[in-house]
């Protein structure tokens, strides 16, 4: 790939799509930072010259295909685009309507096409990149209150892995990263013992890992793994109980250091 990489990241205003622009543009990669809220991407803008703001709505998909072949232009051609605009409401049953599932599934589906399809279009059109769609490991196995979100990080991880298939042999690869807890206002609230890694942590990982051109990236090691098992296990065993097992054991370890 030349360098330095032309990277284009949905949801760089905060958390883990912030901490991948702030790693790629300390490293001196071009960085096209999109989000809604554009007061927060000229922040980073202002801080790190190589990051030009991009403000834009993932759901809407004229504007995204617009954006992203204007970014294509100014830089002659895109390397890496980061799919990692999400949201991540609780599924709750008491007071359900369709209106919440249909806001998950207009950010994390409907926004995740409307990059993936002019990103691979402009990719094809100059011979290759890598599309990395930031996933979870909610998107794994099914876990309580989290129906839509699981549903929709599945549907992502299974679009890119299949996708990779059709664009692997011309030259666009297809990276699925599937994270446990990672400390960003998305998840504020969250059992603290649950969260893993911070964003610049995550984000190293990340980066360092789509680097090697691998193609399924899941952390941390040991909860990938208890999904992988969950998967297999009856509901009975499923992961949600292991979860809260494993925090209560981590809060016993700080408690007796
Ligand atoms: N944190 C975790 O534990 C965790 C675990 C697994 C997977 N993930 C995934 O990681 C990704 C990033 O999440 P995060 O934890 O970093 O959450 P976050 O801090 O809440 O960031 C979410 C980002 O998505 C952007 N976004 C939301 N709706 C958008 C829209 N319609 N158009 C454009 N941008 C939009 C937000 O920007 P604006 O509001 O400015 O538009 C924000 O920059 C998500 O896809 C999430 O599902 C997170």
Partial sequence: MPQPLRILITGASSGI?????????????????VARRGELLSDLAERLDSVTPLQGDVSNAAGMD?????????????????????????????????????????????????????????MLAHGGGRIVGISS??????????????????WLAFYLDSLDMDLGPRGVHCSIVMPGYVATPMVDGADAALVS??????AALI??????????????????????LATLAPRSMRISSQLKRLAKRKQQRGRSQ
């Fill in 17 to 33: 799509g912030r901490a991948l622009a702030e790693h790629y543009a300390a490293a001196g990669h071009i960085v096209g930072a």
């Fill in 197 to 202: 890694a911070g964003a610049r942590r995550a």
């Fill in 137 to 154: 490991l909610a998107g794994r196995t099914p876990l309580p209150h989290a129906a839509a979100y699981g549903a929709s990080k599945a």
């Fill in 207 to 228: 980066a360092d890992r789509v680097a090697r051109g691998e193609r399924i990236i899941r952390f941390p090691r040991r909860v990938a793994m208890l999904t992988s």
């Fill in 66 to 122: 617009q954006l992203i072949r204007a970014f294509a232009r100014q830089h002659g051609g895109i390397d890496l685009v980061y799919v990692n605009a999400g949201i991540g409401q609780r599924s709750e049953i008491e007071g359900w309507d369709a209106g919440r599932t249909r806001q998950i599934i207009d950010v994390n589906i409907i926004g995740a096409t409307n990059t993936i399809v002019p990103a691979v279009e402009v």
